[in-house]
């Protein structure tokens, strides 16, 4: 396997293999706490310019299952239509895999869809960087280590040219082009805007018996006819997505009808509600992250990916905390006092991940 080296913005370097598609590329370098889930997470839109570390030393395993699309439109095994992180770095990949759904493995797959993968990486030292110094901008350099110091990385675009993470709307780049509709014809009608949306998420809705109407981030829906309205998920800094926000102040600002959010979509709908956002340090990527909802003694364990939180101190005085996470006490959602709109920080649609939290969407449903 070709040897790789991760050169982080603070001069770090880490030295692996190649066990994917061989490019050098750049993108921010965050890790993930999970124990299994890579084929949802790679394909998870909200990774998007990410290069996505794992802290779970064997990975692949278990392969990867085959794309397929059910008859609803939305793929069966994946949460979306490609791979959407920029790079899998590993401690130890398995080129051996054995499960009843595996279709290729997981070095096949990277490979097929020109995703870099590395290996021989000490993620556990890289975690450690990455968490006192927080998430930064990395590149993967393909070639002997001796190359670096004749300059000869200095010439591969891909990375010489890379793009600050932060400057990118990345919700703009992942959100669909189009209006796309689910159960067309069902009984309520819910309109959801596609910030980076994970298929679970339709898929949970439109098994609760709605019509979904998805639209693009920027979309104006607020002269549709619709019973609910519902806020995705999505890559990147919530900040630089000021039409969304606009469009939603409008909407609210005109109709109680129930809205409801998810990671993004909490931000998104906290900005609305007059809150600031700032960036977490290192963020919340994981299947175990603890929250309260808040008022009660009700605690619950959730599947997240998220870099950036909510300044609920900031929240307008209509606005109440719903959840608050029992690490660090940052934000895991906010309600408002009288009218159905609600939101989550987590992912109560799982995928991979606990499904505990599933209760979110009934609560949307029982509100239309």
């Known amino acids: 396997m070709k040897e790789v080296t991760l050169v982080l913005d603070d001069g770090t370097q880490f030295h692996g293999?190649?066990?994917?598609?061989?490019?050098?590329?750049?993108?921010?370098?965050?890790?993930?706490?999970?124990?299994?889930?890579?084929?949802?997470?790679?394909?998870?839109?909200?990774?998007?310019?990410?290069?996505?570390?794992?802290?779970?030393?064997?990975?692949?395993?278990?392969?990867v299952p085959m794309f397929s699309i059910e008859k609803n439109g939305l793929p069966t095994f994946m949460e979306s239509d490609r791979i959407y992180a920029t790079a899998l770095i590993v401690s130890?990949?398995?080129?051996?895999?054995?499960?009843?759904?595996?279709?290729?493995?997981?070095?096949?797959w990277l490979k097929r869809e020109q995703v870099p993968g590395v290996t021989g990486i000490d993620t556990r030292q890289l975690t450690k960087v990455l968490r006192e110094h927080g998430v930064m901008m990395g590149k993967l350099l393909f070639g002997d280590k001796s190359d670096e110091s004749d300059g000869a990385y200095e010439s591969n675009e891909?990375?010489?040219?890379?793009?600050?993470?932060?400057?990118?709307?990345?919700?703009?780049?992942?959100?669909?082009?189009?209006?796309?509709?689910?159960?067309?014809g069902a009984g309520k009608k819910v309109v959801l805007v596609d910030c980076g949306v994970k298929a679970n998420i339709i898929r949970c809705l439109i098994n609760r018996g709605v019509e979904v109407v998805r639209?693009?981030?920027?979309?104006?829906?607020?002269?549709?006819?619709?019973?609910?309205l519902?806020?995705?998920?999505?890559?990147?800094?919530p900040?630089?997505?000021?039409?969304?926000?606009?469009?939603?102040?409008?909407?609210?600002?005109?109709?109680?009808?129930?809205?409801?959010?998810?990671?993004?979509?909490?931000?998104?709908?906290?900005?609305?509600?007059?809150?600031?956002?700032?960036?977490?340090?290192?963020?919340?990527?994981?299947h175990n992250q603890p929250v309260r909802e808040v008022g009660t003694n009700r605690c619950y364990?959730?599947?997240?990916?998220?870099?950036?939180?909510?300044?609920?101190?900031?929240?307008?005085?209509?606005w109440r905390e719903l959840f608050?996470?029992?690490?660090?006490?940052?934000?895991?959602?906010?309600?408002?006092?009288?009218?159905?709109?609600?939101?989550?920080?987590f992912h109560p649609e799982a995928c991979s991940g606990p499904v505990d939290t599933e209760f979110m969407f009934d609560r949307f449903i029982e509100a239309l």
């Open 230 to 237: 519902f806020l995705a998920n999505g890559p990147g800094d």
């Open 17 to 63: 293999q190649s066990f994917g598609y061989e490019k050098n590329v750049a993108g921010e370098v965050v890790f993930n706490t999970a124990m299994m889930g890579y084929p949802e997470s790679l394909t998870d839109p909200s990774y998007a310019g990410q290069m996505l570390v794992t802290t779970f030393p064997l990975v692949g395993n278990y392969g």
């Open 239 to 286: 900040d630089k997505c000021v039409d969304a926000v606009d469009i939603l102040k409008k909407q609210l600002s005109a109709s109680r009808k129930p809205v409801c959010g998810i990671c993004m979509g909490n931000q998104l709908l906290a900005k609305a509600a007059g809150a600031t956002i700032y960036k977490l340090k290192y963020g919340h990527r994981s």
């Open 301 to 318: 364990v959730t599947s997240q990916n998220h870099g950036y939180a909510v300044d609920a101190s900031t929240l307008g005085k209509e």
């Open 158 to 184: 891909s990375y010489k040219n890379q793009e600050d993470y932060g400057s990118v709307n990345w919700v703009e780049r992942v959100s669909c082009k189009d209006v796309i509709r689910y159960n067309e």
């Open 215 to 228: 639209v693009p981030w920027n979309y104006d829906y607020t002269g549709m006819q619709f019973d609910g």
């Open 92 to 108: 130890d990949y398995s080129e051996q895999y054995s499960h009843w759904n595996a279709h290729e493995s997981l070095s096949e």
């Open 324 to 345: 608050v996470n029992m690490n660090d006490g940052s934000n895991e959602g906010i309600r408002h006092q009288t009218n159905p709109w609600f939101s989550s920080q």
